[in-house]
């Protein structure tokens, strides 16, 4: 009597690397279709969430610390030129769209921000909309279609992907043509960005965590905050290069309970929060 064959893995289907970097839609990912999550019994879920009330003077930056992950994109909507307060938010993993799920009814300052998965179809509309501005064709500069994030890279030719929630990824394009503007240089840098901090954590725990590894100074330590609370996020700023690199070695260790993600980062991330840090 015939077997069945063995369940296949429980994500199966196209997924992009963590932080890929495609051309501007239709294309940014393979056959011009963003990956949809699921596999053999399980639902297929669009990586994408739709966040609803946010403040109008909201940044991307603010989103991404609100939401406690590097999304793959963010699409701020605009009705006659104006941000209505809603976006839409792709992510790389299940994970963090679980992770942004979470996040529904949470306070960004005094704005209670809704937040729940988006249909597809929505999505896209949004993007053409934005795309076609009254019929004038392509717009120009930043925007969404998955062309968000950067790229670093450290010495030795091996390529970090500059966004992505699980870790740092092989691929994606050359550093050198990282996205512009998004806070991502080319070549070595000594930033790391942390991610998933116990909200308790002090600078001399990231300092006593990272001893092992390389040396850090207790005033490198830039730990971000929301309207003056701890987000789980901090810039640390190593000696050298080489040191951030042998730190980024701590990517999804613990501190205490809390499972930590490294990321690179660039000075011209550190220099935009360190307004929002102590």
């Given at each position: 009597m015939?077997?069945?064959?063995?369940?296949?893995?429980?994500?199966?289907?196209?997924?992009?690397?963590?932080?890929?970097?495609?051309?501007?839609?239709?294309?940014?990912?393979?056959?011009?279709?963003?990956?949809?999550?699921?596999?053999?019994?399980?639902?297929?879920?669009?990586?994408?969430?739709?966040?609803?009330?946010?403040?109008?003077?909201?940044?991307?930056?603010?989103?991404?610390?609100?939401?406690?992950?590097?999304?793959?994109?963010?699409?701020l909507?605009?009705?006659?030129?104006?941000?209505?307060?809603?976006?839409?938010?792709?992510?790389?993993?299940?994970?963090?769209?679980?992770?942004?799920?979470?996040?529904?009814?949470?306070?960004?300052?005094?704005?209670?921000?809704?937040?729940?998965?988006?249909?597809?179809l929505?999505?896209?509309?949004?993007?053409?909309?934005?795309?076609?501005?009254?019929?004038?064709?392509?717009?120009?500069?930043?925007?969404?279609?998955?062309?968000?994030?950067?790229?670093?890279?450290y010495?030795?030719g091996?390529?970090?992907?500059?966004?992505?929630?699980?870790?740092?990824?092989?691929?994606?394009?050359?550093?050198?043509?990282?996205?512009?503007?998004?806070g991502?240089?080319?070549?070595?840098?000594?930033?790391?960005?942390?991610?998933?901090?116990?909200?308790?954590?002090?600078?001399?725990?990231?300092?006593?965590?990272f001893?092992?590894?390389?040396?850090?100074?207790?005033?490198?330590?830039?730990?971000?905050?929301?309207?003056?609370r701890?987000?789980?996020?901090?810039?640390?700023?190593?000696?050298?290069?080489?040191?951030?690199?042998?730190?980024?070695?701590?990517?999804?260790?613990?501190?205490?309970?809390?499972?930590?993600?490294?990321?690179?980062?660039?000075?011209?991330?550190?220099?935009?929060?360190?307004?929002?840090?102590?």
């Amino acid at each position: 009597m015939n077997q069945p064959p063995p369940p296949g893995p429980p994500f199966a289907g196209p997924h992009p690397p963590q932080g890929y970097i495609g051309p501007e839609f239709p294309g940014g990912f393979p056959g011009g279709v963003a990956p949809e999550f699921g596999g053999v019994g399980l639902e297929r879920v669009f990586p994408c969430v739709r966040l609803r009330g946010l403040p109008f003077d909201v940044s991307e930056d603010e989103i991404r610390i609100f939401l406690g992950c590097e999304p793959v994109d963010i699409l701020l909507v605009k009705r006659e030129g104006r941000f209505s307060g809603e976006a839409f938010v792709v992510l790389g993993s299940p994970l963090q769209i679980q992770m942004a799920v979470d996040k529904n009814k949470s306070y960004m300052g005094r704005r209670y921000v809704e937040v729940f998965r988006a249909k597809k179809l929505d999505y896209y509309k949004a993007v053409m909309a934005e795309m076609y501005v009254d019929g004038a064709g392509m717009r120009g500069g930043g925007g969404g279609g998955y062309n968000r994030g950067g790229g670093m890279q450290y010495g030795g030719g091996q390529h970090y992907g500059g966004g992505g929630g699980q870790g740092y990824s092989n691929g994606g394009r050359p550093a050198e043509a990282a996205g512009a503007g998004n806070g991502y240089e080319a070549g070595p840098s000594n930033v790391l960005r942390l991610r998933g901090l116990p909200f308790s954590a002090q600078k001399e725990d990231i300092v006593r965590w990272f001893e092992d590894v390389a040396p850090l100074a207790v005033d490198n330590v830039h730990i971000i905050t929301d309207y003056g609370r701890p987000t789980g996020v901090a810039l640390v700023e190593f000696g050298s290069p080489q040191d951030a690199q042998s730190a980024a070695a701590k990517d999804k260790q613990m501190m205490g309970t809390r499972y930590i993600e490294v990321f690179p980062s660039s000075r011209d991330e550190l220099q935009r929060y360190l307004p929002r840090s102590y």
